[in-house]
């Protein structure tokens, strides 16, 4: 069992930054990757970034590359998103979750899931 809790949501202004951290424990956190998911009001939950297990790669949405920037600390169990330029469409509630597997982007191959934070970009 894995348990993962997120942290540093909040309401920003449009152009600022955000880094939302995502804290592991239960398995060892090594050997998953992760990955940071977000769902608006009335829409699906969709792909933000992933970050494989030796941090060696990263892959992100089209909407947020170049401005999002995933990275992960294995001795602290934590993985971080570092959301700068954000935009009122970035407005969502934001999940990390974590899967054995090597790379995904479909969120039902993640085993498990944080409670979300919430992230409110006004414009």
């Known amino acids: 069992q894995v348990q993962l809790v997120e942290s540093g949501g909040g309401l920003v202004q449009a152009g600022g930054s955000l880094r939302l951290s995502c804290a592991a424990s239960?398995?060892?956190?090594?050997?998953?990757?992760m990955g940071w998911f977000r769902q608006a009001p009335g829409e699906e939950r969709e792909f933000v970034a992933v970050i494989t297990w030796t941090g060696g790669n990263t892959y992100y949405a089209d909407s947020v590359k170049g401005r999002f920037t995933i990275s992960r600390d294995n001795a602290k169990n934590t993985v971080y998103l570092q959301m700068n330029s954000l935009k009122s469409e970035d407005t969502a509630v934001y999940y990390c979750?974590?899967?054995?597997?090597?790379?995904?982007?479909?969120?039902?191959?993640?085993?498990?899931w944080g409670q979300g934070t919430q992230v409110t970009v006004s414009s």
């Open positions: 979750a974590a899967t054995s597997s090597y790379y995904s982007d479909y969120a039902g191959t993640y085993d498990y």
């Open positions: 239960g398995r060892t956190f090594s050997s998953l990757t």
